[in-house]
């Protein structure tokens, strides 16, 4: 398979998914008073580090749409109830992919301007701000990873090879 910078982005964008789909196969055999105890990670729980992932996807996707942002708090609650959390996660992960589907290149790959939560003014390919949602996600993932390890669970698989050659597989049948 030819890989070109816009497969590169629909591929992480299944993966993005994918490693949410793991790590909630793991987060819900946890406890509610495990899931939400403070960990020791930097939005403390679980529970809060899976609730600023979502916020950081709604937040960029606002920028990206072009509307003022929804939050001034990294790490202000989106969704306390941990059921209800899993879903919008996993839609948020969704509208990734979807995002990347339907965005046409001169879009996807062109630059908008937006303001951090400061106010200062940036500019960037959207390219970019997507890729950083994935890499984003890897990164919180990884800290809740360790933190359910800790926790006498699994750590989840999240290697983007074994991700891959089952994608590759789906998009030859």
Known sequence: MNMTLRTHMHAMAGWNRWCY???FAV?????DDD???????FFKSVHG????MLLADLLWRARLAGTPPLFTDLAAEVEPDRALLKAR??????AWQTYVEQTDD??????????N????????PRSVAVHTMFTHGAHHRGQVSTALTQMGQDAPVFDYPLFYFDYQKSLEL
């Open 21 to 23: 789909e793991r790590l």
């Open 27 to 31: 987060a819900d055999r946890l406890s």
């Open 35 to 41: 899931y939400r105890r403070d960990a020791g990670l």
């Open 49 to 52: 580090s899976i609730n600023h």
């Open 89 to 94: 996660m996993l839609d948020s992960a969704l």
């Open 106 to 115: 001169a879009t996807l790959f062109g630059e908008f301007d937006y303001r």
């Open 117 to 124: 939560l400061a106010g200062v003014a940036y500019r960037l």
